[in-house]
């Protein structure tokens, strides 16, 4: 063969990998055992974020091109789907670290001090690239998260933040699916009419619910309604518009409507890849929130009531922020726009056929 | 052998088990494939349930008694580890529920309606014997959350919750921990000055990190002030029961004592076992954390914003219940008066020989 | 809502899976503590057999359709998907039983004889709807495998015996694939040329190793001849028909070449979900076989060289079944006839214009 | 504090780690995705291994010691449980790793000959260790396997072969329980009598099984005979020391008694520790036979019938490993030896009384 041998450990760079851990508490000459394991998770952590950073990249300069060819989606798909893999399996990590117990810890914390995960860089330009903006992150001692970082890495923090992150790529892509507007069928308004029909019959389900106090029917019922409001936001761009500004949407009221067109007809051989792209990206969404929720708690069960490393009230800001960095909540809240498969209104064949491959 | 032939089927009575899925969709002549996920699912939950509740009866009545023996310790942390494993597991479990869609749900979801989770007996059963009791409760659709039962089961959630919990039958074991009053050694006094010293040095730190904004300076060393205060806790019963009628904390002044010397000594031979179940038991809460979490989550996802099966918003309830239910939130805190092992007072040899053996 | 109200326990049938437990060490009066682990854990995997069951019936039914339409590919692959979610869930279960340990085990073990895992019905139609075939498996106690299972299951098994097998329902599916003859490129031919071509460089490749003693490399170099040989299965059918009677391949000719082009070519979207099924099954086999070979292991330690509950020596049975009774082998050996993705020969646009989508 | 401020990003050396990846297809000029995926996934593998190394060294420290304190026991048993839980989730990776295809490996595969993970020097430090010999292995390729490894290491290897592994230091260890020879009791001389009733038993329950055929009968009786044969092994020493000779047993005789009274006798306070220490060798055993098993199943599927990246036919190999390198078969196969719990001698009250705490 053309290439020359090769071996494991230089390949794979085994020395150089393996003789970066120098512990604090050796170099304070007070060894503590239980450091060795803090740095090599997360550096693995940090191994895994290169890892899933370079899947992003790779999809997201699919998503980036005007037009994204069929072929390639299989493949994208399957990055985000090993992002999901990689996530899983990272969550899983902390098992393994909480093997540390927080005695453990101690012998060491106060050297580390204030080094924290906020200081993360690749997990922002993860969850930024993935598309969390400046003013959707919950702020963290009182300034920007992108002062925590590094002061060489704030520069180029600030310049990702400035590109059009995964959700914007994906936004314009759906804003450019097919079959959207169809001459020859109105979708929308036949979508319409079964979703009032649905509605009303979920009304009068709570109506006759016996179990439930006449207060609570009420509530419910008022609640039904509220939510039929909100379907609004499908029918009508103004509406929609404005429930948009007040913060309950971000996805354009075009890419939404796209959004909901592969949900409900994923079984359209156009659609079954994109369908798993938005079902993994809902993965990498959940997955990471799992993941923030758990640090919140091994923080807790760490440091008590604790200040963290960083000198942040740890698991509070933590679990605050848990809730507020998921990026395609839209999709979650995509879900109270289906309606039952059976009264989902049939594609017209003129459609259908254009959704399916001709050999 | 003394004993008759046994076939595999007969045993586990797998007739039984296997024919005990009656889906709605199929009574109303609507077959949804995804219901028998559904329903499976939420069978082996159950089952599952029922090995938990088997193992906790089994720790329970050991730490009921008077006087638990050593040689029940082992027994009792590999059975509280057991249940750890078996909620892993469970947790796990999601991952295959959640590979049915909305779209999928949507196809029986108003069948099954009021029917919810909340209505299981045994996971109230769970918490309810792991410790957690009516009042520690979020109120569940404006009634206390065992209206939610099947009417068969309210009067004996109403039994069990008179009775002494796992919590309750800890904390008096925990007072009974010996060494607690040693005539010849002061722990406490020596603690106490060991924690003022490191408190100190803490509030030095604060003051001389330069990347910390000085009202951020001033807030921590305001919080570190806050937490020496907590302290008082430990050494001032009085101080203490104030702290604890506010609800800050569950356990008794000498439960909470007894914990501590048990985290702090664990290496101690006589403390190796009981450290393990403290740590158990932390393992225990937070993985009931983390389901509850990730079936906020997974209810957030299978619903949008719709009202859950049970009537209400469910995937609110459940984020709100998930951080309010934990039960040993107390060993938590608990790592709020962990000092480094370095300044941990050392055991006169008197005590410390005590707490070994002697063959 | 049209439908009556339903309550979690009624629907979900709790009593009767809740009450399907009675230890054998309670009937004989000589409780077991583990004994109840040991039957949930069975009847948990039963439960989830069945629901594998129910997934690979609905695919089966799709694949025995004589045209299956594009529409239905998507949901067959996700519900191979899911069945491979759930094997690996209950993988993970062993982890589970194994905090059993073999003395709880001898606490009830002789009270089961001969009960036995081999008897397990639902796992053996599994094997049979997949494609394992009589002939496939080791025998058992010398007798065919069926007649270990209860009386009335054995007629029904030789029934599903006799049935067409998604192993041969996928046969006729490849067999059936588009493109495979397209008069416009001879596919096969250009391809020949770069196996050739690539086996060559490789053959190259361990001459010039300089590690390989020259033993080796004559070793080496004759097995890649071999291999080369074995090339001779995709481009003559009669040498493939030699070779597949000699047990070395299962699928026909025509299916083995279409499985190679679906591998090869997956990128191109009208191969894209045919990709997923094939990477499923592989799935499904890989974790079934780590399924039998983690049994044997748990089956070492828990009986270690004494005889099974079935009277077999159980680890030894189950470590040789492990190996013998995978069913997609072909898929696994196919990779040895995959070639450098640089290397596969570029389809013409006239055939790759009718592998993908026009809207 | 007396520490000068650290960033997370110095700290952890993540600049070194994260541009410690050079894929090969770069150098090249040949870009394949998924070689970054494979370089990640084994560096991850190695900080790992780093990790299971130190626990290991600690504890092997603590065995080597004349005289192991009972206060270092309950570390000992958690740092072993620790590389338990390392090697669960490192077998977890391979989920990871296999989201790269055979196809996508294809890419780069020649590139890397003929570098292997059999040339993992930590990873066979990990295996001499814990006590795997020279003798005990496969031979790769003709050459005794520390001929893989780099240059530089196979000196250090030698060195370590010669020093004593856990295995050695927990057999001397063992060797040194305590109440092995109690004069006021002849535990062996009760065992003996238990064994024999019980295998008595044994065979009249073959002889009554109806669904056995005569010959399985006869064999399965046999079969008994011998494993009761067996049994001479813990009643004389010499014929004890024909079968270790054989190659059927490693442990010294006085060890495995030991081993076997811990076991029966886990629930004395004294051995409820070391009980958790074989335990959880038992567990690394078993989980590394997994990784190795699950390695050839890829290796499989990875490269079909062709040759590994080492020059070797990779996954047989990996499947002969899997069986042979297990370094605590003892310990499997002692349960042979256990009989059930209502069957073991009582301990007299002297001796239970030294192996209990009195405060």
Chains 1, 2, 3, 4 share one sequence.
């Not at 789907?81 to 996530?87: A, C, G, Q, T, Y």
Request: charged share 25%; net charge negative; proline share 4%.
């Amino acid at each position: 063969m053309k290439y020359p041998s090769v071996h494991y450990s230089d390949y794979l760079e085994i020395e150089k990998i393996i003789n970066a851990q120098h512990p604090k508490s050796d170099e304070y000459k007070k060894p503590a055992h239980d450091e060795l394991l803090f740095i090599i998770t997360h550096q693995t952590y940090e191994l895994w974020f290169k890892q899933i950073l370079f899947e992003l990249n790779s999809v997201l300069s699919t998503f980036h091109q005007p037009q994204v060819e069929e072929n390639e989606m299989g493949r994208a798909s399957a990055r985000l789907e090993r992002i999901v893999s990689i996530l899983k399996m990272v969550l899983g990590q902390i098992d393994v670290l909480e093997t540390m117990t927080p005695l453990d810890f101690l012998d060491f914390r106060d050297m580390l001090y204030p080094a924290s995960g906020f200081q993360s860089f690749q997990w922002r330009l993860i969850e930024t690239k993935l598309g969390l903006r400046m003013g959707d992150r919950l702020s963290y001692n009182q300034s920007p998260f992108y002062k925590s970082l590094a002061e060489s890495q704030q520069a180029e923090m600030l310049k990702v933040l400035e590109e059009p992150s995964l959700f914007d790529a994906l936004e314009k892509w759906l804003e450019r699916t097919p079959f959207l507007q169809a001459d020859d069928f109105n979708f929308w308004e036949s979508y319409q009419k079964a979703v009032n029909d649905m509605f009303q019959a979920d009304i009068e389900t709570v109506k006759n619910n016996d179990r439930l106090p006449p207060e609570d029917k009420e509530k419910n019922i008022k609640s039904l309604q509220d939510s039929l409001k909100t379907f609004d936001a499908l029918f009508d761009e103004q509406a929609f518009n404005e429930i948009r500004q007040a913060g309950n949407f971000r996805l354009s009221y075009k890419a939404l409507h796209a959004a909901l067109l592969i949900q409900l007809y994923r079984d359209q051989p156009v659609f079954q890849i994109p369908f798993r792209i938005i079902r993994a990206l809902l993965d990498i969404d959940e997955t990471m929130t799992m993941w923030r929720y758990r640090h919140a708690l091994m923080a807790h069960r760490m440091l008590g009531q604790k200040i963290g490393t960083g000198g942040s009230s740890g698991h509070k800001y933590l679990a605050d922020a848990t809730s507020k960095h998921k990026i395609f909540n839209d999709f979650f809240n995509l879900t109270t726009f289906f309606i039952p498969r059976s009264q989902i209104p049939t594609l017209p064949k003129s459609i259908s056929d254009r959704m399916n491959f001709h050999y």
